[in-house]
């Protein structure tokens, strides 16, 4: 069974840095796509950031030069590097991976960014 599991959310001040992790319990290159989403209090779940197997990286703009998705295949994780944060990027931050069968979702770690 596959298992997604984030850790490294907390509260910060607005510009600080926070570090998401999300440890996987399977080798990650067997997922195409990995990815980071949100959601904000009273919101839609959203794309933050994705990262392909080959590496290739897409992120949301408002994240954009903020935010930095990286996968470390021989540890089985994906991180999200969050720097400058803003209020606007509190939310529960979910880890989500793709194979060729379906998508997987961990249970999300809250991020809250205080002015």
């Known amino acids: 069974q596959v298992q997604l599991v984030e850790s490294g959310g907390g509260l910060v001040q607005a510009g600080g840095s926070l570090r998401l992790s999300c440890a996987a319990s399977i080798n990650i290159f067997s997922f195409t796509v990995m990815g980071w989403y949100r959601q904000p209090p009273g919101k839609e779940r959203e794309l933050v950031a994705r990262i392909s197997r080959g590496g290739s990286t897409n992120y949301e703009d408002s994240v954009k030069g903020r935010f930095i998705i990286s996968r470390d295949n021989a540890k089985n994780t994906m991180n999200l590097q969050m720097n400058s944060l803003k209020p606007e990027d509190t939310a529960v931050y979910y880890c989500?991976?793709?194979?060729?069968?379906?998508?997987?979702w961990g249970q999300g770690t809250q991020v809250t960014v205080s002015s």
């Open positions: 989500n991976a793709e194979n060729s069968r379906r998508d997987y």
